[in-house]
């Protein structure tokens, strides 16, 4: 199964998806005239929305629901990932990534605004609803619902679980030995896992008002924390620091494990991180309550930033700056000691694509505290991913229970997803991350090729940002008009204005 996994994984991220993910931000980029750079003062002061209701969360609710699910273990095991099998220079790529991708991550969470209803009294949307509503291609809808479904509630949970697993035995280790029908597990690593469970359950049985009042508080203490740590180590490093960045800019086009292994690496690290393009931020941006939808397109744009130039930054630098890495091509076993062993800084034997290059460079500044930390913020950083998961996965499953009504119970699947997390928590990281790649590339594929035919059909992103910058430019109050702008079964705005147009009669 693991070298079917593994066959099926180099299909999907076949050169031909790095590009397309590449172009795509390239291509919103200049459309937008770099609109993820013009509004930087905008996104700022629309994060702080703190407007909400019934029926919808505020913006900075939908920023923290998004971040939990950008903000993971991507940005942690990640990151030593595609510096240990791309070399430093893969880091220059997921800032290439982040870059473009915020121009993606603009024009899918404002389709997912544009395109949202309102269902047993919440506000729920994503690629599903615009694919359906917008393309009137039902089962475009359906494909992306499905490999959703699949890749955030099977295949991905268990990547995040995996890194907990790995930083509670690096923290506590191993502890006695436990035979299960998982094979011989830990005994700390299966408390650590009952821990994560009961917690889970506690709060995806709560919904989404829940999820974001837990994520509101984590995510933005978590990051800050992890920054400033890192910034620590900087400052404590602050005449390595030129090196590392001439080191990440050079190793980027004369990579030592090959320049295709640094965008490769740096690309599919960059994308599994930030998600841009993924199609899993509309979820929680269609949530938000907003008074335009390019509000929260913007919103969604910063959280690329935050993920990828803050926190993925800040986890490469610690490394690099440490020298706690070693670079190996992908064929070499850390077990066996067999392949090709690029640079070795470290033990050998160090699983590269784990947090043991995160937590190593920790622990030489911090000592054991350092280490702990790490442990931490692997376990925060994890969680809040998985609800985001739990989130995608329930929005999908409504979607496809609307469309057959076909009730399937939602318990189903927060069972399923509480089983991936056990799998994954007890399993070898190599084959699960192999899995979460092919979740996430599954995805993207589906979801990029579709907002880009969207872009060539009708262009309503384009529609309302124009419309957006026009208003704010003339200073009257911002409303969003979808008949005015020749956008079609954004029923839930028309219906919406129409209220609004009454109530001032």
Known sequence: ??????????????????????????FYSILTRFAQVRHFKEMCKLMLNNSESDKGISSFQALAVSLSGRVGVGNIAGVAAAIGFGGPG?????????????????????????YKVEENGQYRGGPAYY?????GWRWLGILFAISAIVGCGIFLPGVQANAVGNAITQVFGEGTAVVTSFGEVGSNKLIGLAF?????????????????????????????????????????????????????????FTAQAGFGAAI???????????????????????????????????????????DTLFVCTATALMILITGQYNVQTEDFNAATGTGTMIMQNVDAATVVASPAFTQMALHSVFGQFGQVFAGLAI???????????????????????????????????????????AYG?????????????LGVGIMAWVNVIGILIIFFMYKPTMRCLRDYEEQKKNGGPVTFDPVKLGIKNATFWEKRLEKQQKDKV
């Open 1 to 26: 199964m693991e070298g079917f996994i593994s066959t099926l994984n180099s299909i999907v991220w076949s050169p031909a998806l790095i590009y397309l993910c590449l172009g795509a931000g390239l």
């Open 90 to 114: 893969a880091v220059f790529w997921m800032w290439v990534v982040a870059f473009l991708g915020a121009s993606t991550a603009y024009v899918e969470s404002t389709l997912g605004q544009i």
């Open 131 to 135: 694919f359906e509503r917008c393309l």
């Open 196 to 252: 994560i469970l009961i917690i889970l359950a506690f709060i995806i049985f709560g919904g989404i008002k829940r999820i974001a009042n837990f994520t509101q508080i984590v995510v933005p203490f978590m990051a800050l924390g992890y920054i400033m740590l890192a910034l620590i180590v900087v400052f404590l490093n602050l005449d390595r620091v030129p090196a590392v960045f001439s080191l990440i800019l050079t190793d980027a």
């Open 264 to 306: 490769g690496w740096g690309v599919k690290r960059g994308i599994y991180s930030n998600e841009a393009g993924q199609g899993t931020g509309p979820h929680a941006a269609a949530a938000a309550e907003v008074e335009h939808p390019a509000q929260q397109g913007l919103v969604q744009a910063f959280s690329v930033y935050v």
């Open 379 to 421: 376990f925060f950083f994890a969680f809040t991913t998985i609800l985001a998961y739990y989130y995608i996965t329930e929005t999908n499953v409504a979607y496809l229970n609307r469309i057959f009504n076909n009730k399937l119970p939602s318990l189903l699947f927060k069972l399923v997803l509480m089983f991936m997390v």
């Open 425 to 437: 928590t007890v399993n070898s990281a190599g084959y699960i991350w192999n899995i979460g790649d």
